[in-house]
T-cell receptor, first 115, second 114 residues
Framework: EAQVTQNPRYLITVTGKKLTVTCSQN?????MSWYRQDPGLGLRQIYY???????DKGDVPEGYKVSRKEKRNFPLILESPSPNQTSLYFC??????????????FGPGTRLTVT | GNSVTQMEGPVTLSEEAFLTINCTYT??????LFWYVQYPGEGLQLLLK?????DKGSNKGFEATYRKETTSFHLEKGSVQVSDSAVYFC?????????????FGKGTRLSVIA
């Protein structure tokens, strides 16, 4: 089954404790992206990756890191989480980030709470 | 910059009622437009899309027409069901050096009651 998976689905942590949210897709997609969803703000892009070893900032990258060492994986890293990073996070992927417009497939979301 | 504005929710309808969720956009160039749906506890799913002016996207009884003259992409369904209860997001793509992030509206929660 074609899908985007994220782990963990729920996470409660404390300020300053490094964490990683994993994202994996099995569709051989080149383009992957992270969004955060906050009430009243909709979804905003954090980082994206056009392909392996190619990543760049989205609209709200502060406090986050990403890596793309393999095509299928695109982990989101919070080196020193803060309470303002409490949010619902979605990973998405699509065939390509260029050329024709391709559908983006979303993971189920990771609800993060930082106390 | 590019942005999407959609009607505030929540919207509560009786089963078989007609649904309209308004969406307007501001964008440079010619964006592609989307409606995504988020069912409780799930990620977003593409509902329909339109890539150029006057295109009509349709799926599962939902429709939306890309209106360049009014910069709108309103979502409609003739007869809603309880199973349509979800949050609906209007979105557009902008292309900047190859990145195609989705720019989302804030979402409209729809509740359909039997």
């Amino acid at each position: 089954e074609a899908q985007v998976t994220q782990n963990p689905r729920y996470l409660i942590t404390v300020t300053g404790k490094k964490l990683t949210v994993t994202c994996s897709q099995n569709m051989n997609h080149e383009y992957m992206s992270w969004y955060r969803q906050d009430p009243g703000l909709g979804l905003r892009q954090i980082y994206y990756s056009m392909n392996v070893e190619v990543t760049d900032k989205g609209d709200v990258p502060e406090g986050y890191k990403v890596s793309r060492k393999e095509k299928r994986n695109f982990p989101l890293i919070l080196e020193s989480p803060s309470p303002n990073q409490t949010s619902l996070y979605f990973c998405a992927s699509s065939l390509s980030g260029t050329g024709a417009v391709h559908e983006q497939y979303f993971g189920p979301g990771t609800r993060l709470t930082v106390t | 910059g590019n942005s999407v504005t959609q009607m505030e929710g929540p919207v509560t309808l009786s089963e078989e009622a007609f649904l309209t969720i308004n969406c307007t956009y501001t964008a440079t160039g010619y964006p592609s437009l989307f409606w995504y749906v988020q069912y409780p506890g799930e990620g977003l799913q593409l509902l329909l899309k339109a890539t150029k002016a006057d295109d009509k996207g349709s799926n599962k009884g939902f429709e939306a027409t890309y209106r360049k003259e009014t910069t709108s992409f309103h979502l409609e369904k003739g007869s809603v069901q309880v199973s349509d209860s979800a949050v609906y997001f209007c979105a557009l793509t902008r292309s900047t050096s190859g990145n195609t992030p989705l720019v989302f509206g804030k979402g409209t929660r729809l509740s359909v009651i039997a």
